[in-house]
């Protein structure tokens, strides 16, 4: 039985932009060599856990709940592309607008992650979407292919494990918080 896995809090992203990066992405592929993510993977992630014992799985879900006790939906719009890394084995994304709220419960989950004794990685959040990895890309490039600006509303924030079957990366979610109300 696993007792470890690697795990992650994100904000789950609406079908509609889901949708919208995924035609984004269509236009991407005919331009970009990549490691393209799936659609189904789409999300922004709020606190990175890395290999974490399973056992702790209902404690963080707790510490989700209580940041995020009160807190409504969240409507955010696509934004710019851009990417991390150098430009022959960049890291692909797409910005956000209307992040401050998912920023403020961010910095209370990792907050309630320190308290508890759960290790992250404690890089300073920059919410965006990963569209592809190890991407041979220019800067310039981007600007013409960016997104529609898409609004949709965010209504859960998830704790997945991040398993890899068939060559792929599944993530299966163990924690679900509806802020949709």
């Known amino acids: 039985m696993q007792k470890t ?3 992650f809090i994100a904000a789950e992203l609406p079908a509609n932009l889901a949708g919208e990066l995924a035609a984004t992405a269509k236009k991407l ?3 970009i060599d990549a490691r393209w993510s799936r659609v189904e993977n ?3 992630t709020l606190a990175f856990l890395g290999e974490t014992e399973l056992t702790r799985t209902e404690q963080v879900g707790r510490i989700i709940s209580r940041a995020a006790n009160g807190m409504g939906p969240v409507r ?3 934004a710019e592309l851009g990417f991390f890394g150098r430009e022959n084995d960049a ?3 797409c ?3 209307g992040t401050r709220p998912l920023e403020e419960l961010a910095r209370k989950i990792r907050a309630g992650l320190v308290k508890a004794g759960i290790p992250f990685d404690g890089k300073p959040l920059r919410p965006h979407i990963t569209l592809a990895r190890r991407a041979g890309l220019s800067a310039a490039a981007l600007k013409a292919l960016s997104p529609e600006r898409a609004g949709g509303t965010i209504t859960k924030i998830t704790l997945f494990l ?3 079957e068939n060559g792929c990366l599944v ?3 163990l924690f679900v918080h509806d802020i949709g109300e």
């Open 91 to 93: 890291v692909l994304w």
């Open 162 to 164: 991040s398993t890899r």
């Open 29 to 31: 592929r005919e331009k």
């Open 95 to 97: 910005g956000l607008l």
């Open 42 to 44: 789409y999300h922004i």
């Open 76 to 78: 955010v719009c696509l």
């Open 5 to 7: 896995g690697r795990l």
């Open 171 to 173: 993530y299966r979610p």
